[in-house]
């Protein structure tokens, strides 16, 4: 489903579609691609390509880059993004979700409770995967179906990965629980490299780019953005049977 906001006037660049592509960056992207000469374009994160990222980032000032979060919501919640945005991960927002979760009936206290007790952001486990203080997503929808085992678990178990990590190997007890909440859902955000916020891209944008213009269709990145997400920035939501997700194949579809 596609939303309806307050307009944003900067270009949307995605990397998977180079007609969105900035001029300037694309005859970079390209010269770049074509000097590679690799054997296989698979080898196109082997490239020594990080000290470029500067110069590609920059390229890409005033300009918003489209990325994907996938994620398994229940229906208020995703009515949540669609008013409120994309949050960072923390402890507000965990015992948000589990809170407004438990209060509409889908999980019992003590499930609720064990879910609190063993989540990524309780005290102990805090520095686990050091995933608090942002929104984890990928810059490339199409990857997602050359990368199933990177999404699968997303999509299959409610929460998150600071809920779920403890409980996703478990083939009973709370687990179960976990797989039936909620629906698969691809989210998709335009993010702002440029922002305040030390945002990490992982191999990195340029690589990704490059990648993209050699014909590998796999080719992504990791982003750990440091923001905040607004609701203005949300482009979509789909779920299976909508077009955006049944295009791309593989992915869960309960």
């Known amino acids: 489903m596609t939303l309806a906001h307050a307009a944003d006037s900067r270009p949307v660049v995605d990397v998977d579609n180079p007609a969105t592509w900035p001029r300037p960056l694309a005859d970079l992207i390209y010269k770049i691609a074509d000097e590679a000469e690799l054997d296989e374009p698979e080898l196109y994160v082997d490239l020594e390509l990080e000290d470029r990222e500067a110069q590609v980032l920059s390229l890409l000032r005033d300009h918003l880059l489209r990325a994907q979060h996938c994620t398994r919501l229940l229906d208020h919640e995703a009515d949540a993004i669609r008013a409120l945005g994309l949050r960072p991960l923390d402890v507000a927002l965990v015992d948000d979700r589990l809170d407004q979760a438990h209060e509409r009936g889908y999980l019992t206290d003590a499930e609720r409770e064990v879910l609190r007790s063993q989540s990524m952001v309780v005290p102990e486990r805090r520095n686990l995967g050091n995933r608090e203080g942002q929104v984890c997503l990928t810059l490339s929808a199409e990857a997602t179906s050359h990368d199933i085992n990177g999404a699968w678990r997303l999509l299959s178990f409610w929460g998150g990965e600071a809920i779920y990590w403890q ?71 789909a779920f299976p049977g909508d077009p955006a997700y049944d295009r791309l194949p593989g992915l869960p579809t309960a």
């Open 167 to 237: 409980h996703c190997d478990d083939p009973a007890g709370v687990a179960q629980r976990l797989r039936c909440l909620g629906r698969p859902a691809l989210v998709t955000a335009y993010v702002d490299l440029a922002s305040p916020g030390r945002h990490l891209v992982f191999k990195s944008v340029m690589h990704t780019f490059v990648g993209k213009a050699i014909g590998y269709a796999p080719a992504n990145a990791d982003v750990l953005y440091r923001n905040a997400i607004p609701p203005q920035h949300i482009e979509s939501i």
